[in-house]
């Protein structure tokens, strides 16, 4: 089993920034994959950003030139550095992994975006 638990989350205003944290622990055979979704209120969990299992980034568009996601490989850790938040950015960000074909979760972080 692999444990993902996301930190960072917040109640932020409108153009400013937070830096959400997602560290895996556990059985950790290989990451493959691990990276951020988000799901609004009242919507679909969707991609936010990823690294894909070849190492190249995946964005969504509507967080492209503002969200960043980087990673600590030594630590399996990721990170989603968030700037310029609009009030659609309001949502819980979950982190996913996936380990030897498996998809994990994490608990998720609340981000709730101020106008």
């Known amino acids: 089993q692999v444990q993902l638990v996301e930190s960072g989350g917040g109640l932020v205003q409108a153009g400013g920034s937070l830096r959400l944290t997602c560290a895996a622990s556990?059985?950790?055979?290989?990451?493959?994959?691990m990276g951020w979704y988000r799901q609004p209120p009242g919507k679909q969990r969707a991609l936010v950003a990823t690294?894909?299992?070849?190492?190249?980034?995946n964005y969504a568009d509507s967080v492209k030139g503002r969200f960043t996601i980087s990673r600590d490989n030594a630590k399996n850790t990721v990170y989603l550095q968030i700037n310029s938040l609009k009030a659609e950015d309001t949502a819980v960000y979950y982190c996913r992994a996936i380990d030897s074909g498996l998809i994990y979760w994490g608990q998720g972080t609340q981000v709730t975006v101020s106008s």
């Open positions: 556990g059985s950790i055979r290989r990451i493959n994959a």
């Open positions: 690294f894909t299992s070849i190492g190249s980034t």
